[in-house]
């Protein structure tokens, strides 16, 4: 079928628009903006990441469209080991449990994220207090007493965790961190084991970025297998989903849906977003780690998105929820990781301050021709 431009889409949806001044975009009348949650209630779980600003009500506009549109949501930053335990012998739960509460209000599935990563993890955690690196005897009790008292304060409130965040090198093979080296290979088993002990009932997810590049993928289809042989209770494996205009293949996106539920477990979209201004290097993966220098050039919408890239966004969004759909019997969630533009990461990510417009709504809480191309997906 013939894929309609999105200012036929727009046409099409706005039944009544506000007039609006000329160079300015229509803002849509509300009862023309359907709820994610419900165009996609069929097919999948529709989420997004969020911060503090949302959950603790000082973003109002924020607020109104995640009560609208999503029935999950992910803590952005929150639950990371160095704000929820900063130190030793102390938890920081507060925003935490604002983050669990407000999800509660809205009877929305909660995910922690994250409990075991290689990232934003304090050094104090693989060391002693001379700090020389722990044994693996005392560095499994650290994440065993973190795990069960992370997932024990809010068990059978928080769904689904993102147990292990980031294991795998782009090459398949585990990512030398310091989990790995002090505990070995089995420290995923036990993270997995310590998070069903402290709540059965929670699913518990192995999650990382790039998992549609083949090597990967294979490396994660190993990870996952030789846990689930072992008895180990995975649920289900997070594709972050940090994509872009021209990455990665749609056929690769699929071979790997196809192949992780092959696995027999849940497969989910865990933080979706489309990154649409130049890369300063041929790199597609998500490692926070790297930065690179602003230059002019690498920023190049600072005042405005050009319709053209609108359109470029929104046929990618449409391509991507095509496969979703498609996979929608593989597929429980798709989370993006974000509510609107001004809030991605990608604004600061690999190099900070840029403009970027990788989501659905704009900065001024409009929804995206992107948004229009997507609801369209569902009904088609
Ligand atoms: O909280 C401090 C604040 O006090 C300080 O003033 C400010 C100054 O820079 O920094 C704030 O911390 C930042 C934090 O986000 C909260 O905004 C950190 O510098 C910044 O590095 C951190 O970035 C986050 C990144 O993970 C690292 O944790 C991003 O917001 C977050 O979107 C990103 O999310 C990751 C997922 O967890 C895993 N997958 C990849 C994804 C994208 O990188």
């Given at each position: ?5 999105w ?8 039944v ?15 009862e023309a903006v ?5 165009v996609?209630?069929?097919?999948f779980?529709?989420?997004a ?11 109002t506009l ?8 999503f ?6 930053n ?20 604002r983050f ?5 209000e ?11 990563w290689?990232?934003q993890?304090?050094?104090?955690v ?8 722990l ?8 994440m ?5 008292t992370v ?8 769904d689904?965790w993102?147990?292990?965040n ?9 990512r ?7 505990i070995?290979?089995d ?7 310590f998070a069903?002990?402290?709540?059965p ?8 970025y ?9 490396g ?7 846990l ?6 995975v ?9 872009a205009?021209?990455y990665?293949?749609?056929?690769e996106?699929?071979?790997?849906i ?10 989910m ?21 790297r ?12 005042e ?5 890239m ?5 046929d990618?969004y449409?391509?991507?929820f ?5 996979q ?10 974000g ?5 991605s990461?990608l ?27 997507v ?6």
């Amino acid at each position: 079928m013939m894929r309609l431009t999105w200012t036929c889409l727009l046409t099409l949806v706005l039944v009544t628009a506000a007039c609006e001044a000329p160079g300015e975009e229509p803002v849509p009348a509300e009862e023309a903006v359907p709820a994610l949650k419900e165009v996609f209630a069929d097919a999948f779980l529709v989420g997004a990441a969020l911060n503090p600003d949302q959950f603790y009500g000082r973003d109002t506009l924020g607020v109104a469209l995640i009560t609208k549109h999503f029935n999950t949501i992910t803590p952005e930053n929150v639950m990371k080991w160095e704000q929820i335990h900063p130190e030793p012998d102390r938890y920081d739960f507060e925003a935490a449990d604002r983050f669990v509460a407000f999800g509660e209000e809205r009877d929305l599935f909660i995910v922690g994220h994250t409990l075991v990563w290689h990232n934003q993890t304090p050094d104090w955690v693989f060391e002693d207090d001379r700090g020389e690196p722990l044994t693996r005897e005392a560095l499994l009790e650290r994440m065993r007493d973190h795990i069960q008292t992370v997932v024990g304060r809010y068990r059978g409130r928080v769904d689904g965790w993102d147990v292990v965040n980031e294991a795998l090198n782009e090459d398949g093979t585990l990512r030398p961190t310091r989990w790995l080296e002090i505990i070995g290979e089995d420290y995923l088993a036990h993270a997995f084991r310590f998070a069903h002990e402290a709540d059965p009932q929670a699913e518990l997810y192995y999650n990382d970025y790039s998992l549609t590049n083949p090597a990967k993928r294979e490396g994660a289809v190993r990870l996952v297998q030789g846990l689930l042989d072992a008895g180990v209770p995975v649920t289900g494996i997070g594709m972050q989903g940090h994509y872009a205009l021209t990455y990665p293949t749609l056929e690769e996106l699929e071979t790997s849906i196809t192949t992780f539920a092959g696995l027999g477990v849940d497969v989910m979209i865990t933080e979706l977003d489309v990154a649409v201004l130049p890369r300063p290097s041929e790199y597609w993966g998500a490692d926070v780690t790297r930065r690179e220098e602003l230059r002019a050039e690498l920023d190049p919408y600072r005042e405005a998105f050009p319709d053209s890239m609108q359109q470029a966004l929104a046929d990618r969004y449409a391509d991507f929820f095509e496969v979703f759909l498609r996979q929608q019997e593989a597929l429980t969630r798709v989370t993006f990781w974000g509510v609107t533009d001004g809030d991605s990461w990608l604004n600061n990510w690999p190099i900070r301050g840029r403009t970027s417009y990788p989501l659905l709504f704009d900065r001024a809480y409009r929804p995206k021709p992107a948004f229009f191309a997507v609801v369209a997906t569902a009904r088609e």
